[in-house]
Antibody, heavy 118, light 109 residues
Framework: QVTLRESGPALVKPTQTLTLTCTFS??????????VSWIRQPPGKALEWLAL???????YYSTSLKTRLTISKDTSKNQVVLTMTNMDPVDTATYYC??????????WGQGTLVTVSS | EIVLTQSPGTLSLSPGERATLSCRAS???????LAWYQQKPGQAPRLLIY???SRATGIPDRFSGSGSGTDFTLTISRLEPEDFAVYYC??????????FGQGTRLEIK
């Protein structure tokens, strides 16, 4: 059974760095073809893709946010970490981690709401 | 950079009716990497269709996908009450690696 769970602070102050951890089970990120991605959704708005890391440790970032994002993985712990620097109130959103398998984004975490406010 | 534009923004229909949702890409998208998702309030999205036309595991056959190149369609043949939700198309592969459309809200008329 594949599961993913996001963890991190619910509240961060403007200019701070956000660190989110995705802990997953039921698959290995060292298996060819597997990827884990971060996606966010501001309240009442559309999904926005942020970053992706694949089984070969290749990393891809949103064009508009790539200067602020870093994604990494710890295969032994089944974790993927996303850091986003210089947080702003417009970054308030639910942040999802998700698995990209052979047929799209097939498993999602429940999401974690991050509010940026002083 | 590929942009996905979904139409209409909101679709108002009654249970039993047929729903047709459109997704248009700014550049050609490989059909292998076009997917559709359903999202209900307070829930994470759920994969409905991958490869433009293949149903994900457990998805009822009233959901179907079609299209190629820059024009893709999600069709729900006979709407059930649980189908009223927001639907997103998504492409994977071309730069940027992943793009979502802005969503179509399917509401009860």
């Amino acid at each position: 059974q594949v599961t993913l769970r996001e963890s991190g602070p619910a509240l961060v102050k403007p200019t701070q760095t956000l660190t989110l951890t995705c802990t997953f089970s039921g698959f290995s990120l060292s298996t060819s073809g597997m990827c884990v991605s971060w996606i966010r959704q501001p309240p009442g708005k559309a999904l926005e893709w942020l970053a992706l890391i694949d089984w070969d440790d290749d990393k891809y970032y949103s064009t508009s946010l790539k200067t602020r994002l870093t994604i990494s993985k710890d295969t032994s712990k089944n974790q993927v970490v996303l850091t986003m620097t210089n947080m702003d109130p417009v970054d308030t959103a639910t942040y999802y981690c998700a698995r990209i398998g052979y047929h799209g984004i097939d498993y999602w975490g429940q999401g974690t709401l991050v509010t940026v406010s002083s | 950079e590929i942009v996905l534009t979904q139409s209409p923004g909101t679709l108002s229909l009654s249970p039993g009716e047929r729903a047709t949702l459109s997704c248009r890409a700014s550049q050609s998208v490989s059909s292998s990497y076009l997917a559709w998702y359903q999202q209900k309030p307070g829930q994470a999205p759920r994969l409905l269709i991958y490869g433009a036309s293949s149903r994900a595991t457990g998805i009822p056959d009233r959901f179907s996908g079609s299209g190629s190149g820059t024009d893709f369609t999600l069709t729900i043949s006979r709407l059930e009450p649980e189908d009223f939700a927001v639907y997103y198309c998504q492409q994977y592969g071309s730069s940027p690696r992943i793009t979502f459309g802005q969503g179509t809200r399917l509401e009860i008329k």
